[in-house]
């Protein structure tokens, strides 16, 4: 059994229009996937903005209302609210954000952002809620003089650091990383990366990892999905995506990836505009009739891609790694 079990999930958001403000149609800001999570490994989720990631990340977290699917934790679906009680899945389960700025109460100091979790779930003398808050400063490598100050005062680096330190107070099983890193600047990516997987190996955390750029993606996850208006375009591991792109979104992503050698970015910018022209020129090799992914179809046991089984197997076979 996995951790997680993400199966056909949908959501949903009607759209109301005209004078007795019906709902008239509905956004399909995730359209029905399934992906499973392991304990301890870092699962990607990638797709551009608009793709559905967020809501994915907030329905896992237990904070978006689904439409229809299920999600398991530990084989529970966490989808109803009573389940969630009794797993004390609030705990279990954090999330970090984007913007630390917003998500981070400006008012607040340190001590009590990072305490409130604590507050919440585990009933510590005030004496022992300082020490722990000090041992998770120490572990995101902040000083102690960081619990007197406010958010403002501290760099973006710093600040998702402070978000991690409150995600992992609990010890949670399972973050959600919606975008950690992508308002920092390149430098500080690499700190942040590293310290989130320096804290996984230490408390055995898995973690949702979701990014828009599949270059921040790649040192971090064994596992990726790749999201696309809703549904799932493509699925397999690290080697599965970066070496045998498959779906033409998925190539598109990968050609997105910012060139930071000087010498290859003519190179680079030709191979982009090429891939860029396929996706033009080929939406209905790729999309069906109505713009919309295919089902997934397995084309080796770790990796499936969303197109019409004979295409898939072609374009496997091409890329020289078809089973079947
Ligand atoms: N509360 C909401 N009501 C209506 N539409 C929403 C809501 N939240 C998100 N959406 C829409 O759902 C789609 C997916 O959004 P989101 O999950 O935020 O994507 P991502 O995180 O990949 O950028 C977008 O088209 C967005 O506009
Ligand atoms: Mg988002």
């Given amino acids: 059994m996995s951790l997680v079990e993400i199966k056909d999930l949908k959501v949903h958001y009607p759209i109301r229009s005209g004078f007795w403000n019906r709902v008239t149609d509905s956004v399909k800001a995730v359209d029905g996937i399934t992906f499973n999570i392991e304990a301890g490994e870092t699962y ?6 608009g793709s559905g990631k967020s809501t994915t990340g907030k329905s896992v977290v237990g904070l978006e209302k689904v439409t229809s699917g299920s999600i398991l934790y530990n084989g529970k679906d966490i989808t109803k609210a009573d389940n969630r009680r009794k797993l004390d899945y609030n705990r279990d389960v954090q999330m ?3 913007d630390s700025l917003s998500s981070l109460n400006p008012r607040k100091r340190i001590e009590d952002i990072i305490a409130e979790p604590l507050r919440n779930f585990e009933h510590l003398s005030k004496d022992d809620e300082k ?3 000090l041992q998770l400063l120490n572990i995101v490598g902040l000083d102690a003089d960081a619990l007197y100050k406010y958010p403002h005062q501290f760099s973006g680096g710093q600040r ?3 978000g991690v330190a409150r995600a992992v107070a609990t010890n949670p099983k399972l973050i959600i990383a919606d975008e950690p890193v992508s308002a920092l600047d390149l430098s500080v990516q690499a700190q942040v990366l590293n310290f989130m997987k320096k804290i996984q190996r230490e408390f055995g955390i898995s973690y949702l990892f979701i990014s828009h750029d599949l270059g921040v993606v790649r040192h971090m996850c064994n596992n990726i999905a790749i999201m696309n208006r809703g549904r799932l375009v493509e699925i397999g591991t690290r080697e599965d995506i970066y070496n045998h792109p498959l779906h033409i979104y998925t190539k598109r992503l990968l050609a997105a990836i910012p060139e930071t050698n000087v010498n290859q970015r003519a190179a680079h910018r030709a191979s982009r505009l090429a891939v860029e022209k396929i996706y033009e020129d080929q939406q209905s090799k790729y ?3 109505d713009g919309m992914a295919y089902p997934l179809v397995q084309v080796s046991p770790t990796h499936s891609v969303a197109l019409p089984e004979t295409i898939a197997k072609q374009l496997a076979s091409q890329e020289g790694e078809v089973q079947a």
């Avoid at 990607?44 to 903005?49: A, C, I, N, R, T």
């Fill in 96 to 98: 970090i954000f984007q």
């Fill in 44 to 49: 990607g989720l990638v797709g551009e903005s």
């Fill in 287 to 289: 999309y069906d009739e």
């Fill in 131 to 133: 020490l722990r808050v």
């Fill in 160 to 162: 998702q650091r402070i």
